[in-house]
């Protein structure tokens, strides 16, 4: 019984460890050995050299244990901690030194001497795409879900079995991800020298399939995943290769797939050079990691030895040879290793980051940043880093951007000193990179690139001040990006002075601090200060001396900007800086800072002379700073609402209180602003803005604070009495504009706008000379003509917000003998300063300023029209009656109009301003009052009521002003054409010849690249201008509609659409819809038939619509097309009170354009 019972002890002991027997296959336990190597080495008592010994008499274990294998199956699959095995009898001699492992795994004599388990434990995967049709290792890395490193494990048994056709399968995978179905034979493989042929041949019979598309290029969702399943494969791959000892042990193995994905990659066809490319640098990838590894074990080899030797007579001599043997060892196998990288690195990479596929290079770009992160040994060096530096200049957008970003991972995690020479070698280019590049996410990328340059301390001062500027750049996206970069630049100035005045223990006793003072000063001025300079200083004073006048080089001339203006440099900066700059979210402080008396020195209190000199500030920063506050108000307020929005519903936020109480305390502070800052135009300009951001709606709530509207009301018209600058009235009138937004405060909008009107039309009732012919040019002295002009512009600014027309048709009161004011209605006046537009002989002394007047006159004629338009509608519509008497008065005067506006752009010639403004207002006149026939209401109004007298309002252009309009339109778009260098299409024969005023030559030579563009954007705005009226009065059928005429203007718009920009063929895009199909006929179109044609034979017998076609299919289009433009006109309708702030600012362009 005893030994029966040995016997079963002795079964169960075999047993026990044939479970552990799949632990063996070295690739599945490679990261758990690693793992123990890196830390305290267990000792199990089996030396190294019955190693031999050992795995014979498991495998007769495994062999007595076959018939356990279903009952240990489950046993297999859970996770079993390893446990050391028992000393074995024959190991109860002296210890024998033991043979260190290396890379994870022992040496092992054969290289495929191991079985692969039947069932390894795999991870789960993801399916690339579904493919019924893939086969092979193809379908096993894309369509299963098996991981990379399980489908390089399964092919690497099936190379072990089959290596001619595992190798075949591997060549036939790489062929089908470049799009290639046709296969290689196990003879191809069998012949390596005739590999270069065979690709030939598969090469040229795949390009007769004009196959274009690759997995690689595909727009499918999957391109991506493929990709990233195709290289984890091959960096697998050559792991595994590493860890079971072929790659050194089966050299033919290795050589073989740098033989076929070499020759690949140079193919003439771009789906193999891709393919093979993205391939080999995958392979160099993953034998980098392989080459790391084996540093690192080599290192910690030393290491042991090192101990070992330390332990001098009582150290383990077979021990230290181990070691020396594995060092040696594992000097050979990284010597093959870096040689196969260093062999693809030749044949690939060298000639591929260079090809004509920008994708090739951006891929050849990402690999080596990799190479140099993961193996700096070898790539950390200038003669691999030259290759990033070259591929800055590189033509293609997505490789510079690549590049960048891999400079960037190697500032961040590399080691500075190997990439020192080459920033001073490439740092220059960088700069440019930054400052100029086409692409703006590779500008925005090459300044974070740059700040981290200047954080090690490798950027010069002269570079530092260029990216700075970059701060007023045009886009967002650098803007944000060079924050942190100029944040630093300011917190190193506020630091500096802050030395120079004692350090801040001095200045804390300098400040007496006070949290409900925000007027005392704090160190925080002087920052603020420091911020003032630097914008300045970036800025070289331009946008503070020359104002916003680039700004309003790019106003449009119907008013479809923001009537809040433009913001400013420094605003579009403080925005960005606001959250970067802690002091910008203080705007009180900010404000107070603003108030401050600086030659108050009672006020300064115990702060010395030097101090108060470091945060004195001069006329330039206190515009810069005012500016500020702008844009720091606005966003506070912002961010408010944000979280106000984002509360639930009920109750009063804690936001909606911050931001009542900073409208509050806003609307208190702007009087005094204005009354500090109000005497120069710079400063009245820029506290104005702030108006803009007042939830006057407060007022609203809390009717103690009406007295301080009223006051901050009184302000803004102070501003607009006492100011002649174009932006300052600009600003006072969208103030005014926004008070007027507010019903419950409009008994006292409604007083100070009465009084302003009043004052307004008085002052130009006393300068209008009764003795002079004020209609003929050049009879005025040049000082009244400025005087008109201001007098003029405050009228029309005051006619874009409110309704002028009862003010300018009302007669004066008598006045008392020797009164030399005017008793002409106003907009008879406006009429006569229209008249002086007509140019009889130049006077370049006196033209410009004449000329400005009578574009204001123009102007605010125009508003008259549009406001007597709209009226006139309304009474349509609501079926009142208008009195012939006041007919007659409107049509006199639109007459008079027109014939004023006729003779101004007769007597000039190319795009005199003058002329262009007079084009523009012609077709709104005539489209003013076509209008009023455009609305369902009006057209049912005109059927039931006698309105027949009305409808002689509406007129049609003639035929000889059409001509001359076309050549004006011919000359904008051919100046246009020049300015953005663009070519015309010539006249076909058929076409009337041109008569084009003047031929504008191209005369940038001179200008700096940004004069040139904004030249062309002004060209590019007067063309969009013109069209865009044009295209509104053909609508209307004002123009081009009858006659011999009758669709030459349209004809000859649309030649050129295709070829001036989006921006122009999208204006002329409407010209060529086509008209809408005919309609279903039923009892609607039949109800109203009998309407529509009543208004019809109305309107015809004034001869203002063409006759009705014969047909009545064309007849129902042409309804359908009738509606359409309708809908345009209406578009085009005289201004409400919310439109208006479109409307007021209609002249700006034309101004800028006298210029």
Known sequence: MASSGEATASQRRKSGRAVKVPDKFQPEVESSQNAVAGGKRKRNGDDMEGVENEEEQEEEEEESDEEDEDEESEEEEAPVKKKSKPKAAATKSAPVAK?????????????HSMRLPSRAKKPAGKVVFKDNDAEGLYAEIFTSDKSSKDVATQWLGEYDADNTAAMADLVNCVLKCAGCDIK?????????????????????????????????????????????????????????????????????LIENIHLWITSMSSSFLRPF??????????????LCEVAKSQVQNTADMLTLMEKEEKLGSKANKGRLATYQKNIDKGKQHRETSEGTIKDFFDTVFVHRYRDVDPKIRTDCVEALGQWILILPTTFYEGTFLRYLGWLLSDQNGPTRHEVIKQLERIMKYGELGGIRNFIDRFRPRIVEMATKDAETTVRASAVDLLDMIREKGMLEPDDIDII?????????????????????????????????????????????????????????????????????????????????????????????????????????????????????QDWEMLTGYLLFDHSNKQKAGSVSVAVRSAFKLEEKEEVALLEILHAVVKTHLARLGEDHHQKKKGGKSASRVDEDSTARKLAAVLPRLLKLFGSKPKTSTAVLRLEHVLNLGIFQELRQDSTAYATLLHEVKSQFK??????????????????????????????????????????LRKRFPKSIEISVRGDTKVELVLQLTTTVTRLNRLAGISNPVELFEKAPKKTAKGDRASTMPVIDMLLELVGRGFLDTPDPDIDDEEDKLVISAIQTAVFYFMWKGRALKEAVENAEEVPDVDVDEIKERTETFSDKLISTLSSRAGLDPCRLQATGSLLDLYTIFRSILTSKKAEAALAENDFSHLLTLVRHIAPEVQEEITSIFATAEKHYANKAHKSLEPPADNDDPEDIDSDPEDDDEGLTDAERQVDGLKAELQLCDLASKLVLAIYARVIDAEGAMEGKLKHRMIRNKRRLGANVAQILAVLEEPAPKKGKKGKASGGKKPKESEV??????????????????????????????????DEEGPPSADEADEQMVEEEDEEILGD
């Open 184 to 252: 290689v034979t196990e003879d191809d493989i069998n012949d390596p020298d005739n590999s270069p042929n065979r690709l030939n041949e598969i090469q040229d019979e795949h390009k007769e399939k004009n196959v274009a598309d690759y997995p690689l290029i595909s727009k499918a969702k999957s391109s991506q995943a493929f990709k990233v399943c195709l290289t984890d494969f091959f960096e697998s791959l050559m792991g595994l290769m590493h860890s079971t000892t072929v790659l050194y042990e089966d050299i033919a």
């Open 468 to 584: 700075g500027k970059l701060i007023f750049d045009s886009d967002i996206r650098v803007r944000k990006s060079v924050v942190n970069f100029f944040a630093a630049n300011i917190e190193d100035l506020y630091e500096s002075k802050i030395e120079d005045l004692g350090g801040e223990e001095a200045l804390d006793e300098a400040f007496t601090l006070d949290d409900e003072n925000k007027e005392n000063p704090c160190s925080g001025w002087i920052k603020l200060k420091a911020l003032a300079e630097v914008l300045l200083n970036y800025d070289d004073g331009d946008a503070v001396d020359e104002g916003s006048s680039q700004d309003d080089d790019l106003v449009i001339s119907d008013g479809t900007i923001n009537a809040a203006g433009f913001e400013s440099r420094y605003s579009l900066a403080a925005e960005v800086l606001y959250d970067k700059v802690a002091e910008l």
């Open 99 to 111: 043979k260190a492992k290396v890379n994870g795994s022992a040496p092992q004599p054969k290289a």
């Open 1096 to 1129: 019809r034979s109305k309107m015809k017998s004034l001869e203002i619509v063409v006759d009705d076609d014969e047909d009545e299919e064309e007849e129902e289009e042409v309804d359908e097309e009738e509606r359409r433009r309708q809908e345009l006109i």
């Open 273 to 286: 050079r891709h393919t093979a490319t993205v391939i080999a640098l995958a392979c160099a990838t993953g």
């Open 722 to 763: 006492s100011h002649a600058d174009a932006h300052v009235l600009r600003e006072a009138s969208v103030a005014l504009l926004h008070a007027q937004a507010f019903e419950e405060l409009g008994e006292t909008t409604e007083d100070q706008m009465q009084s302003l009107w009043v004052d307004t039309i008085d002052d």
